[in-house]
């Protein structure tokens, strides 16, 4: 089942589709934003340069310090009387990306979050529990908004109020959850902590999204909750939650390509990279009046594939993102993202699935400290265990971590509202 024709029209019609609106885009852009005539008069171009989305290339990038160095809402192509709501992004530093949504906007940002809910299974008569913020996160009130528009009934519950999310799931028999994959397994310990074993609810679909998940860290939510977990995709800077979604098939994100344009970059050069190739995500909106955004770099590291799915959508499938390039840590010239701590970590049946890493400076030595939980059924022998998780590590690290810390159960802190914080960088302070 799909919610609309576009997601199994075909390649010759989805392209037609694209470049029509993407010339709409470009006009836009340029004639009511003064970056982007800026960046265009510089490059020496005019929007009739770019007549398909194979001309893209030919432009330059957009980036969050663009965003930055345009606060509040130099970005926006309609004046404050057409924006009938604002979001912000939540910047770990700095300014906030302030973000700007005409009616039509929230129109196709509904549609594609309905899209999505439906390729997760997702329908009219369905419950759903959204557990994300609702305020100037886009998680909230997007998502909301998708759920309205596909007819199934929303639980605006918003995130935290865990003792109250498991009531409700009882309560309500809610088929659906949507929140961060951290907060899905700990919904599933307090729920323990109640004497419920979520396995025995109703719920059978987590959507999750706002944080990078691995494979091993989803199946583990679905074994604990016993449901499937299906993992959406989106930004603030191009609408908010619904640029993509897990089909059930789970192989990949389908991304509603005639909203939204994908690229995959080097991220390092910028360059295109060949199809199946992993390398930066960057995206461009085809049906945004408010705020028109031409090849966004998402820092999201994924490949694309355009092969036939299963679930008859045509629309192209990125990888999940399991990490940024924004968080690749950096010690002592080796490379890693937390995603591979994460990995090694749901290997271990006597380690829960939370961990911790500290980053420290000493004189002038980076130092790395990971930190990990022990289940509260743990009676083995440490050492023995302790040794086992340091191999493991400085085999897919390729370096040992300083120090590792095995925690007793409940040590390191749950994160109920907002997105899970594991990397805790101490150096420069
Ligand atoms: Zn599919």
Redesign the pocket.
């Known amino acids: 089942m799909v919610f609309d024709s576009m997601e199994t029209a075909s390649r010759e019609e989805l392209r037609e589709v694209q470049d029509g609106r993407l010339r709409e885009t470009v006009r836009n852009a340029y004639e009511n934003v003064e970056f982007y005539r800026e960046t265009f008069d510089e490059a020496g171009l005019s929007p009739a340069d770019i007549e398909s989305v194979e001309d893209l290339s030919k432009l330059p990038f957009t980036t969050k310090e663009d965003f930055r160095d345009h606060y509040p809402t130099g970005m926006f192509a309609v004046d404050m009387d057409d924006v009938i709501r604002v979001h912000a992004s939540s910047g770990t530093t700095g300014k906030p990306k302030i973000v700007g949504y005409t009616r039509e906007d929230l129109d196709v940002w509904s549609k594609a979050v309905a899209r999505c809910l439906v390729a997760a299974g997702v329908g009219p008569g369905d419950v759903v529990q959204n557990a994300y913020g609702y305020g100037l996160f886009t998680g909230g009130l997007g998502l909301h908004q998708g759920v309205e528009a596909l007819g199934a009934t929303v639980i605006p519950i918003g995130g935290g109020n865990t003792q109250r999310q498991v009531e409700l799931l009882s309560d309500l028999g809610s088929d659906v959850i949507a929140c961060t994959p951290s907060y899905a397994l700990y919904l599933a310990e307090v729920a323990d902590d109640m004497g419920i074993d979520v396995r025995d609810l109703p719920l059978r679909t987590v959507i999750f999204g706002a944080e990078p998940c691995t494979e091993p860290m989803r199946n583990e939510i679905e074994e604990r909750l016993g449901v499937t977990g299906i993992d959406i995709y989106g930004l603030s800077e191009i609408v908010g939650p619904g640029v993509s979604v897990e089909?059930e098939?789970q192989?990949g994100l389908?991304i509603w390509e005639d909203y939204f344009y994908p690229e995959v970059v080097d991220p390092n050069t910028g360059d295109p990279v060949e199809e199946g190739e992993e390398g930066e995500l960057v995206l461009t909106t085809l049906a945004k009046d408010a705020l028109p955004v031409l090849r966004y770099r998402t820092g999201d590291l994924t490949t694309l594939d355009y092969g036939t799915?299963?679930?008859g959508?045509t629309c192209v499938r990125m990888d999940n993102i399991t990490g940024r390039s924004d968080d690749l840590i950096i010690v002592r010239g080796v490379n890693f993202y937390p995603s591979e701590v994460e990995s090694v970590v749901l290997e271990f049946d006597q380690i829960a699935p939370h961990y911790r890493i500290d980053l420290r400076r000493e004189g002038s030595l980076d130092r790395v400290e990971i930190t990990v939980e022990l289940v509260e059924e743990f009676d083995g022998s440490l050492s023995d265990l302790e040794g086992r998780i340091r191999k493991r590590l400085s085999n897919v690290l390729s370096f040992t971590p300083d120090e590792l810390n095995l925690v007793e159960y409940g040590d390191i802190a749950r994160t109920e509202v907002g997105k899970v914080q594991r990397v805790y960088d101490h150096r420069g302070q």
Do not use: I
């Open positions: 089909c098939a192989d389908h799915c299963e679930c959508r």
